[in-house]
């Protein structure tokens, strides 16, 4: 059997797998905070965990290229629930990051048509991907760029894993606020959420820098970003 038949065979079942913890309310439920084109098994997070445990002790002998083209594959399948999974896979293992390139990159970046999908690759393979080198800001420029509200939001929410420390990030205000000051008039709902996120993360490693950027911008940001952010400043929490 080929490698393209391997990789099929356990995106298949792994979707068996999905497909015996699915109920309708959670389908619905998916389907109502989380809008896809893509297929909905209906599995919650936990359930999609232990599966990803299991697939990552029955093929631990792959190699990290092995690993990464099931990733592809579950992307492709255009599942919402094995996206996850691939995308989780990804960012969860270190072994993996070095070896991604961009090719890799844009295979993975399919249907990213709603707010989990979106945070979940700029999280777990853009955020880090670019802080790593593999991608550049040219290509975060073109994001910001975009009519499509969810590739603006995509090059915000890849700031959050420069800055957080399970994502491996060490801080990056520079390239942070890059992007922060580059979305502050965008009142899309979905951006101007992402860019209290991006805020509030870097507000951890950095406070003084976040507050000298919200008194500079006060006047053009949206009244959720100036909640939020001064409420994490001031607390420690979103609200």
């Known amino acids: ?4 038949m391997d990789v099929e065979a ?31 098994i209906g599995s919650t997070n936990p359930d999609a965990k232990l ?16 690993w990464i083209e099931l990733a592809v594959g579950l992307v492709n399948s255009e599942i919402f ?30 249907n990213l048509d709603n707010w989990a999908s979106v945070d979940g690759f700029g999280i777990y393979v853009s955020g880090i991907q670019w802080r790593l080198g593999t991608i550049e800001d040219s290509w975060i420029e073109e994001l910001l760029q975009s009519d499509d509200h969810w590739e ?7 700031t959050v894993a420069l800055n957080l420390k399970s994502r491996g990030g060490t801080g990056d205000a520079p390239r942070t606020l890059w992007v922060c000051e580059r979305v502050i008039d965008d009142r899309h709902d979905l951006v101007v959420k992402a860019l209290s996120w991006a805020l509030r993360e870097l507000s951890k490693r950095e406070p003084m820098l976040v507050a000298g950027f919200m008194e500079a911008y006060q006047s053009r940001l949206a009244n959720r970003v100036i909640r939020e952010v001064s409420h994490k400043l001031e607390f420690g929490t979103k609200n």
């Open 81 to 110: 629930e094995c996206q996850g999974i691939a995308y989780d896979l990804i960012g969860k293992d270190k072994k993996l990051w070095p070896v991604i390139t961009m090719k890799d990159i844009l295979r993975l970046k399919r």
């Open 152 to 158: 603006r939001r995509l090059a915000v929410v890849s």
């Open 51 to 66: 599966v990803l445990k299991s697939l990552k002790t029955n093929y631990r002998h792959f190699s990290p290229d092995e």
């Open 10 to 40: 356990i995106v298949k079942d792994i979707t068996e797998a999905l497909e015996e913890t699915s109920t309708p309310e959670r389908i619905a439920l998916s389907k109502y905070y989380f809008p896809t084109q893509m297929r909905v």
């Open 1 to 4: 059997m080929n490698k393209v």
